[in-house]
């Protein structure tokens, strides 16, 4: 599981209120061992320096890029089951496949 965090910008900087909801999402991405990732829509060069921003900060620290950890996704699943999010867990495994990162 991941948190999302949808960027606001005038095309040259983040507005404030997205450098706000990444900080949270990396709360929640600690306490849940879940990833982060960031839509950000506009112009290219800005695109480009987005993309560049969530490899070093999102990516920095896995082992395969994109593999998702057992461990992490059931961290995250825990979390969610205790806050009330889902009614009942699945089995890890089921969730997701490494298959194409490998």
Request: glycine letters at 8%; proline letters at 1%; a neutral charge.
């Amino acid at each position: 599981m991941s948190v999302l965090v949808v960027a606001e910008h005038d095309n040259r900087a983040l507005k404030p209120a997205t450098l706000h909801a990444m900080t949270a999402a990396s709360e929640i991405a600690k306490a849940t061992g879940s990833d982060i990732h960031i839509l950000v829509a506009g112009k290219e060069d800005f695109v480009t320096l987005s993309f560049k921003l969530y490899n070093q900060y999102v990516y920095g620290g896995q082992k395969v890029l994109g593999e998702m950890d057992e461990g992490r996704l059931g961290a995250l699943q825990d979390f969610y089951a205790k806050e009330g999010l889902i009614k009942s867990k699945t089995a890890v495994k089921d969730l997701y496949t490494n298959q194409f990162v490998k």
